[in-house]
């Protein structure tokens, strides 16, 4: 049977700073994964048909390469097909997805991407990851309006990108593994919303606000000269300065801060929310032997769920 997946994601540094033209930090959860498999239609000649159990009941059907369907998940297929030159395949996706939607871990991106990659080797075709990353980006803007494109590239390249928008995209090596733990605040939050929250805010008072922007750009500068150089616990310190400044911009809350708290209190390196924040993860950067006791303090203060991932080293 054909099948194919994609990886979830989280922002390391620089959340928000990166909409307004600033660098930002993303690196793939490998573990956490959208999984496509690719069946034989349940009646003969049946148009391709995509099945999203764990996301909902509807069948959802796309007819034409030619449409240009509201629906992200029929999008991304006419898209793929398009651009392959490829008709439309008398084929069922059934897709599985392990991230939670609406938390800052790229579930958008990367049931796109996963939905692609199985289209194109049902077709035996390929798509460089250039164009391949367009198109995801072209439906992740239905989801956000404007989004700056990160999501989509690190979920695409499954490898942690350096990125500032409009710019060529930077993939820098690792030095060092390290581990992260990712704290579910159990609260949905949209990005649409925060990322709205935030430009009304320049809007309003530019002077407050893009200085911070500024700032943590530079903490994405700062995190990537770590990253290649290796002693990987300094982005503790990092990690805590641009929760700090998050704050300030306004896209943090309670639980958030909580839990940002606790894994301090109980020995992380450093602790941040990630993703558009007003709710959904937070991350936390441990040593090797704190790591369990980081757990625990997350989930006494009230984590729906404690996820570990470790950012392997490239080099
Ligand atoms: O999709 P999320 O929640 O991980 O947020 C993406 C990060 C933002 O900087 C808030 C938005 C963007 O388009 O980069």
């Known amino acids: 049977m054909i099948q194919a997946s994609a990886c979830g994601k989280v922002i390391l540094f620089g959340e928000h700073a990166v909409v307004h033209g600033f660098p930002a930090i993303a690196v793939p959860v490998s573990g956490l994964r959208v999984l496509v498999r690719v069946h034989p239609p349940e009646q003969p000649g049946e148009t391709l048909q995509i099945v999203a159990s764990d996301l909902d009941m509807s069948v959802r059907e796309l007819h034409s390469v030619d449409e240009l369907p509201d629906d992200p998940l029929l999008r991304i297929a006419a898209l793929t097909l398009r651009a ?78 350096y990125f500032v928008r409009g710019e060529p995209i930077e993939l820098p090596e690792i030095a060092e593994p390290f581990t992260l733990l990712i704290g579910d605040s159990g609260v949905r939050a949209s990005t649409r919303v925060s990322v709205g929250f935030v430009s009304r805010r320049i809007e309003s008072e530019p002077v407050a606000v893009m200085p911070l922007l500024k700032q943590i750009g530079e903490l994405s500068k700062a995190a990537r000269h770590v990253l290649q150089h290796g002693n990987p616990d300094m982005l503790g310190p990092l990690m805590n300065e641009n929760h700090r400044l998050l704050r300030e911009v306004g896209v943090s809350s309670e639980r958030l801060d909580v839990l940002v708290a606790a ?34 303090a997350l989930e006494r203060a009230g984590a729906v769920s404690v996820r570990r991932t470790t950012v392997q080293a490239t080099l």
């Open 84 to 161: 392959a030159g490829q008709p439309v395949p008398s084929l069922r996706l059934e897709i599985h997805s392990h991230i939670p939607i609406a938390s800052g871990l790229g579930s958008g991106a990367a049931i796109s991407t996963a939905i692609a990659r199985a289209l194109l080797s049902s077709c035996e075709t390929e798509l460089p990851a250039e164009k391949l990353n367009e198109l995801v980006y072209q439906v992740e803007s239905i989801y956000h309006g404007r989004p700056s494109g990160i999501d989509n590239t690190v979920i695409v390249y499954e490898r942690p990108v």
């Open 263 to 296: 894994a301090l209190e109980a020995g992380a390196l450093g602790a941040k929310l990630s993703g558009g924040g007003m709710g959904g993860n937070m991350i936390t950067l441990v040593g090797p032997a704190g790591a369990d006791a980081v757990a625990g």
